[in-house]
């Protein structure tokens, strides 16, 4: 990412995403910088801070998306994590330039699958599999996916709907 000015904490579009070897572009990317505070003892990043990372901009993406609670206005669905893998490829070290990228795979009537990639240098460091449940704000029982948004992440993400 030398010679290459990167604006953390916003969306990166498509032609950004291709000049960081990010190909095919993600419906949603954003950049950021290893910092002191993320370091282990073995002066790499921790791995509890990959989490959050992915955490970060799967959470930016449901805002964008509509699909976010909001705190303090109109309430939306809870989404809670049902079941999720990381796959560690490569450590991060200090000051490196990194982004994340976030978007639906598969989804059915209250759930979806998300797929995710943290991009360092151009490869690949880790990876985040996980399903996604909706549920109503109360907790009360499943919430069914909006129709938009379903046509979203079909048009958008390259969904498949499961049966």
């Known amino acids: 990412m030398r010679g290459m000015t990167l604006a953390y904490h916003t969306p990166l579009p498509a032609d950004m995403q291709a000049q960081l070897g990010i190909t095919p572009p993600a419906p949603l990317a954003m950049a950021d910088q290893v910092r002191f505070s993320e370091l282990d003892v073995l002066q790499h990043v921790n791995n509890a801070v990959y989490m959050q990372w992915f955490e ?94 379903k046509q979203r992440f079909i048009e958008v993400d390259g969904a498949q709907k499961e049966t």
């Open 56 to 149: 970060r901009v799967r959470v930016k993406y449901t805002q964008i998306w509509g699909l976010s609670r909001s705190f303090g206005g109109v309430e939306g669905p809870r989404i809670v994590i049902r079941s999720g893998t990381i796959h560690y490829r490569q450590e991060m070290l200090l000051d490196e330039d990194y982004v994340v990228t976030c978007g639906c795979t598969a989804f059915r009537n209250t759930s979806f699958s998300m797929y995710q990639e943290l991009w360092s240098g151009g490869t690949i460091r880790a990876t985040f599999q996980c399903v996604l449940v909706l549920l109503h704000p109360d907790g009360s029982g499943r919430y069914a996916i909006p129709d938009d948004l």
